[in-house]
């Protein structure tokens, strides 16, 4: 019996001094265009080395890097493609060369850059700053413009840690937040995020808007802001606010959960996360009274808070339970990935006061939202916009992909 074996025959990178050919073709964009590109490139037998297309505007610019014609047939190539573009209304540049692109250097990294707007002064900084810094910009692109302009730059040549803390010390004088993340699988393998609740899930402060009921808030709110500020051990002050609430009927939480205002965007990220397989939790230093109507409205996987003490249908001033404070938000992050199968580098975590900062610190990538400065200074990544689904951008989701999986499921983009 005869073994014959088959191969198909497989493409070669072309060697560094093997010659090749770019053709860039530009011009208004219309259907076809690329398609007709490369029948016309068919009758001369290229190989394909790389593509690039850009659509802005309505106008196209389409790069093929290509190997070269047999010998002597590189003029007829030139003159073919030249006279395809001019019918078709089209620009072409062909340009000859040897090898493929430059290789990329070591330490790659997407760094995404958030405008309201986004300036060319911001813009030619930030792109200084990478260079600077040591690094190359190898493609840009645009993740949303709309409610912020989100853009993100692929770079290498430069350690994602050398980055971060260059970019992170100019963005707030650029009005601008950058979050440097290294490229890899790793990026969308982050499969679980646990996020404060109170100034980040939701607008409010909860113990304040249980204060307001009992005649307290104004005091409520002073010890609140020095808490997240980082001046008062979290535990004591939030004994001492709880302590203001005796004697409120507990009826009130009904009303207090109606006046939980959601932050603009978080139905949409928390809707986004999930269709794409995500879990999604929430930690506060709140009340579980609150919290475990978040998880039913927002389909959370996970939740946990501090709990109100009642007896006889009034507060006692007091909480039941363990303290969720900021060592033990962290501990709850680590119980949630467990759970969850996911491991603490495939972790995100967002927060903004101080009691968040173990959390964001253990997270594989934690992100200050609308923070405190010493929240800023020390997280991995700012967020100063207050749309909460912006923290999509810095996974490299496109708002273009939240719209469409909307409009799949007949749902507005929140």
């Known amino acids: ?138 493609r840009i692109f645009r993740l949303a413009k709309y409610p912020v302009t989100a853009v993100e730059f692929a770079v290498s040549g430069a350690e994602p840690g050398v980055l971060r803390s260059v970019l992170s010390v100019e963005a707030a004088a650029l009005g601008i937040d950058v979050a440097v993340v290294p490229a890899g699988l790793q990026r969308r393998a982050q499969r679980l995020v646990v996020m404060d609740v109170d100034s980040t899930v939701i607008q409010d402060e909860v113990i304040e808007l249980f204060a307001a009921h009992a005649g307290c808030e104004a005091e409520v709110a002073a010890v609140t802001a020095a808490a997240m500020r980082g001046e008062l051990d979290f535990e004591q002050s939030l004994h001492a606010r709880v302590a203001l609430l005796a004697g409120l009927d507990a009826s009130v939480v009904d009303k207090v959960r109606s006046e939980v205002r959601l932050t603009p965007g978080a139905r949409t990220l928390v809707r986004t996360l999930k269709r794409l397989g995500y879990q999604v939790g929430v930690v506060s230093g709140g009340f579980t009274q609150v919290t475990d109507d978040l998880k039913v409205r927002l389909g959370l996987d996970f939740a946990a808070a501090n709990t109100l003490e009642v007896v006889d249908g009034r507060f006692t001033g007091k909480v039941v339970g363990p303290i969720v404070d900021r060592a033990g938000k962290a501990r709850l992050l680590r119980a949630f990935a467990e759970q969850a199968g996911v491991p603490l580098s495939q972790t995100v975590a967002i927060g903004d006061g101080a009691n968040d900062l173990d ?48 409009a799949l499921d007949g749902v507005p983009t929140l």
């Open 1 to 138: 019996m005869n073994d014959v074996s088959q191969t198909a025959p497989v493409a070669a990178v072309p060697p560094a001094d093997a010659p090749t050919i770019l053709v860039k073709i530009f011009g208004k964009d219309r259907p076809g265009i690329t398609a007709g590109l490369f029948d016309t490139l068919a009758a001369f037998r290229v190989d394909v080395v790389d593509i690039e297309q850009v659509v802005t505007r309505g106008r196209i610019v389409l790069c093929a890097l290509v190997t070269a014609p047999s010998p002597g047939l590189e003029g007829e190539l030139r003159s073919t493609v030249h006279s395809w573009a001019e019918s078709i209304g089209m620009e072409a540049e062909i340009i000859s060369g040897t090898g493929d692109n430059r290789p990329r250097g070591e330490g790659r990294s997407h760094v995404t850059v958030l405008g309201r707007p986004l300036t060319a002064e911001s813009t030619a900084a930030t792109a200084a700053l990478i260079t600077n810094a040591g690094g190359n910009i190898d």
């Open 359 to 406: 959390m964001l610190n253990a997270a594989g990538l934690g992100v200050a939202f609308n923070a405190k400065p010493v929240v800023r200074q020390a997280a991995d990544t700012a967020v100063t916009v207050p749309f909460l689904d912006t923290v999509l951008y810095l996974l490299g989701i496109t708002r273009e992909e939240i719209e469409a999986a909307d």
